[in-house]
């Protein structure tokens, strides 16, 4: 015969300790599943690390070359990655090294070790070096420049700065 309601509300709802049956209820993951969550996690973190690096990851060795003399005082990026747009660009794509052909304006044309000729623009925030701080009208033609900036798709690099070498 089957209980009534009254007979359902009437009895104990746990025939052991209630407390015990409460904390057992209250842990719904073992620790394997918890073990097993925290793989998952580290397995996602270390694949989104993966593809920001790919993204936006530096993709040139971590030793750029360098031309011979160097620049002065150790600043500026050399060449580093390979051609690509009309000039030898540096790490990612951030410089161009070369001779000075000619200063148009606000605009430096930089002859390269490979002969290629880069168009480089300046602004108000670029600064040029020649040994100390300068201008554009001291970067002479056949002087040796270090030129660091963003090169755009037409091969033009948008300069941050530009550091003149010491004669030889």
């Not at 793989?39 to 920001?52: D, H, M, N, R, S």
């Not at 161009?96 to 148009?104: A, E, I, N, S």
């Not at 070790?113 to 925030?125: I, L, M």
């Amino acid at each position: 015969m089957e209980p009534t309601a009254e007979q359902i509300v009437a009895s104990p709802a746990v025939d052991t300790d209630l407390n015990a049956e409460m904390h057992r209820a209250a842990k719904p993951f073992s620790r394997s599943t918890l073990v097993l969550a925290g793989l998952v996690v580290l397995a996602i973190a270390f694949g989104g690390g993966a593809w920001t690096h790919a993204a936006f990851g530096s993709s040139t060795s971590s030793s750029p070359t360098r031309p011979s003399g160097g620049t002065p005082g150790g600043t500026g990026q050399t060449a580093g990655a390979g051609q690509q747009g009309g000039g030898f660009r540096g790490a990612g794509g951030r410089g161009t090294t070369g001779t000075v052909d000619r200063v148009d304006g606000t605009t430096v044309y930089v002859k390269t070790a490979q002969g290629t000729d880069v168009k480089v623009s300046t602004s108000d925030s670029t600064t040029v070096g020649v040994t100390q701080q300068g201008k554009l009208s001291d970067l002479k033609p056949g002087s040796t420049v270090v030129v660091q900036g963003q090169a755009g798709d037409d091969g033009t690099v948008a300069a941050q700065a530009i550091t003149q070498q010491a004669a030889r």
